[in-house]
């Protein structure tokens, strides 16, 4: 089964800084889909970004953007100008082509004033 | 906008009671999927169905059943609810991805405590 690693459990960022979420997974297939979940304090699961494995290209939303390093299996989210409505629990997902999904266990990211 | 509604925001249940938790999308999604939520641990999927009467096993199904008797809907029963059952509850459905990213659509969760 495929397995996804989020190492950082917590971070902190200044307000208007940047800030980098790490996430590896380990697969044996070569199409799938990755992507950020975002889980504010009232809970419900949004999704911030979703990136095709088959494409070179990063994902970019507005301040939302993702390293995908397909041979290195990593997938980072990098959040520019960071505002306090970023603070929330995120998620790394991994969807096989079999629909499945695998979630890596969060980073809980606090935004300080 | 297209919405996940679970049931119940917060639900507090004595050992051994039945539990059902409701879940209905109005976005005619094929696959539906309930996942339990513990600190540290992640989503860890319980059950899911890629149709209607379709279930399947997911990691950790020991203790709970399910049914899906419209497409729409997808219940996850407790039939003797314990104190380890203590967790939050997610509900999503997803269209099955063919050449399309097929993401989850999640519902605003169920925070059961067994006492």
């Known amino acids: 089964a495929q397995t996804v690693t989020q190492s950082q459990p917590e971070m902190s960022v200044q307000e208007a800084e940047t800030v980098t979420l790490s996430c590896t997974y380990d697969?044996?297939?070569?199409?799938?889909?990755l992507f950020w979940y975002k889980q504010p304090p009232s809970r419900q699961m949004i999704l911030v970004i979703r990136q095709e494995a088959y494409k070179q290209q990063n994902a970019t939303e507005n301040r939302f953007s993702v390293n995908f390093q397909k041979a290195a299996k990593s997938f980072s989210l990098k959040i520019s100008d960071s505002q306090l409505g970023d603070a929330a629990m995120y998620f790394c997902a991994y969807r096989s082509l079999g629909n499945q999904f695998y979630f890596g266990t969060g980073t809980s990211l606090t935004v300080i004033p | 906008d297209v919405k996940v509604t679970q049931s119940s925001r917060y639900l507090v249940k004595r050992t051994g009671e039945k539990v059902f938790l409701e879940c209905v999308q109005d976005?005619?999604?094929?696959?539906m999927f309930w996942y339990r939520q513990d600190p540290g641990l992640g989503l860890r999927l319980i059950y899911f169905s890629y149709d209607v009467k379709m279930k399947e096993k997911g990691d950790i199904p020991e203790g709970y059943s399910v049914s899906r008797e419209k497409k729409e809907r997808f219940s996850l029963i407790l039939e003797s609810a314990s104190t380890n059952q203590t967790s939050m509850y997610l509900c999503?459905?997803?269209?099955?991805?063919?050449?399309?990213?097929?993401?989850?659509?999640f519902g605003e969760g169920s925070r059961l405590t067994v006492l």
């Open positions: 697969t044996s297939e070569s199409d799938y889909y």
């Open positions: 976005m005619d999604h094929e696959n």
């Open positions: 999503a459905s997803s269209r099955p991805g063919q050449g399309y990213p097929g993401e989850l659509f």
